[in-house]
Structures are given as C-alpha cells and as structure tokens.
C-alpha cells in the first residue's frame, strides 16, 4: 500500500477554507485517496475519496493532482466543529487495508 | 445512511475477566468488518479483518486466542477480549465496510483494565 506524507499541524480561521495538502508520490493505478477525520475520542469519520477526478460532497472537496502523486482536502468554511485530526489515507488494489498514519491536527480558531 | 454501531461505550472491568465488544452495521449490509486499537496520541493500528462467516484475519503480533472475533451476519461483529490485563486498556474501534466499499467507523469502545 501506498504511504501518505501530511503536514502535521495546521491552523485556519473561523469562516476561511482548510486547505489540506497530502503527498502519496507511490500511488498506483487503481488505488484511491481516502480522506477520514478524528475528533476527539470518537470514531473516524469519512470525508470523501476519489480516484482521478476531483471530488465535492456537502463536507469537503478533493483536489486529485493530474498525476495523482498529491492531493488536496479542502473545506470551504471551516467552522470551530472542524477541529479535528484528518487523515489521507491510499486504499486499493487486493489488500484493501487502511493504513493510518498521524495525520494532520486542524485546529480552527475563532 | 451508513451508521455503524458499537457497544459498550466504554467499559471498566478487573483484570483477569473478558469482554465482550459489539460492532453493528445499521443500515448496510457489511461483507467485511474491521478491528482497530488506538493508544492515547497514536494512530488507528488495525488488528484483524472478519469476514462474515468466515475466520478473522490477525495483524502480526496480535494474538487471536486474546482477542477472539466472530462476524456471525452481515450486520454483527464481536470482539471479545480474554482475560483482560491493564496493557489491553485502549479505545477500541470498528468498522464495516459494504457497497459501496467504504469503511464506515463506529464510535469506539473505551476499555480500562483495573
């Protein structure tokens, strides 16, 4: 399975877009990019995933690059719920396991 | 849609007893269902993979005499862990994963071993 490389913090004011960058440079052809957030002793929670094209749901849009070797988790107004550590995640091919790295901390401010 | 559910929530036992985890896919049918361990300020760290009817599958260094899986249905897994110790203390989270294939995560189980 493909590794992901994230930043490991970041910050963003209230009411602005997170921009989350992902690296994920040995991605093969038919694996896709999984994006999960945690908050606080819960659960993970799925974002959204893609495969090539880009991607928007009623949560966040997925910024896929044209080679796929990095992508872009963006939230458009970011609210203080959306603190949280959020993970790229490459998933695919027969494994199928999701391999979790540290992700990367939000902290939204107001 | 897509709600997975997990019971107890949190659970406090003496060492040396089991306990049981319930994992339940609500509105989905769940082919495959996971089992993750997650320490305090660490990662998810997968465990096994149940499919239903069949055998779990265990990570390396995870002992499935300790930590016994049963995926009866499409809609149930079990974790059950044996004769606790305080070193099994963690959050325990599972998830299932039907069609289409994304995984869906339930809350978590806080287990603490006294």
């Known amino acids: 399975d493909a590794k992901t490389t994230q930043p490991t913090s970041m910050d963003c004011a209230e009411g602005r877009a997170a921009n989350l960058p992902c690296n994920h440079s040995t991605i093969s052809g038919n694996e896709y990019v999984y994006w999960y957030r945690q908050i606080h002793s819960q659960g993970p929670q799925y974002i959204i995933h893609?495969?090539?094209?880009?991607e928007t749901n009623e949560m966040a849009s997925l910024i896929i690059t044209e080679d796929r070797k990095s992508s872009t988790l963006i939230l458009p107004h970011a609210t203080l719920r959306d603190t949280a550590v959020y993970y790229c995640i490459v998933e695919g091919g027969n494994n199928r396991k999701l391999i979790w790295g540290l992700g990367t901390s939000l902290a939204v401010n107001p | 849609g897509a709600v997975v559910s997990q019971h107890p929530s949190w659970v406090i036992c003496k060492s040396g007893t089991s306990v049981k985890i319930e994992c339940r896919s609500l509105d989905f049918q769940a082919t495959t269902m996971f089992w993750y361990r997650q320490f305090p300020k660490q990662s998810l760290m997968l465990m096994a993979t149940?499919?239903?009817?069949?055998?779990?599958?265990?990570e390396q260094g995870v002992e499935k005499d300790k930590f016994l899986i049963n995926h009866a249905s499409l809609t149930l897994s079990t974790l059950t862990v044996t004769s606790a110790h305080p070193e099994d203390s963690s959050f325990y989270i599972c998830s299932a994963r039907g069609a289409p294939e994304t995984q869906y995560f339930g809350p978590g189980t806080r287990l603490l071993v006294l």
């Open positions: 893609g495969l090539k094209n880009n």
């Open positions: 149940s499919n239903e009817g069949s055998k779990a599958t265990y």
